[in-house]
């Protein structure tokens, strides 16, 4: 069982940067594959980007390339979403989760692969 906590969002203005927080417990995420999800209201959850647990593949949604950054400290058992340049169009609850796969250059773009999640967090940008 893998326990995920997310912080780090908040209000911002365009423009602004925010980086979110996954913090992992009851396994060490060496051999998970990562994402980041986001859900704006009256909208799906929709794919933010995705990273292999090697850290070597992953895929950024077309909406949030050269922006957002997915990064990963094994030793905190913690991963990040560098979000810069924001929009009001970013503004969503932001989920991470999490996917056990021996494959370490796989990455997932589809909600349903994904085995654990967190409660999300809000992330909202003031126009």
């Known amino acids: 069982q893998v326990q995920l906590v997310e912080s780090g969002g908040g209000l911002v203005q365009a423009g602004g940067s925010l980086r979110l927080s996954c913090a992992a417990s009851?396994?060490?995420?060496?051999?998970?594959?990562m994402g980041w999800f986001r859900q704006a209201p009256g909208k799906e959850r929709e794919f933010v980007v995705g990273i292999s647990w090697s850290g070597g593949n992953g895929g950024y949604a077309d909406p949030v390339k050269g922006r957002f950054t997915i990064s990963r400290d094994n030793a905190e058992n913690t991963f990040y979403l560098q979000m810069n340049s924001l929009k009001p169009e970013d503004t969503a609850v932001y989920y991470c989760?999490?996917?056990?796969?021996?494959?370490?250059?796989?990455?997932?773009?589809?909600?349903?692969?994904?085995?654990?999640w967190g409660q999300g967090t809000q992330v909202t940008v003031s126009s």
């Open positions: 989760a999490v996917k056990s796969t021996s494959n370490s250059d796989s990455y997932y773009y589809l909600a349903k692969s994904y085995d654990y």
């Open positions: 009851g396994r060490t995420l060496s051999s998970y594959a």
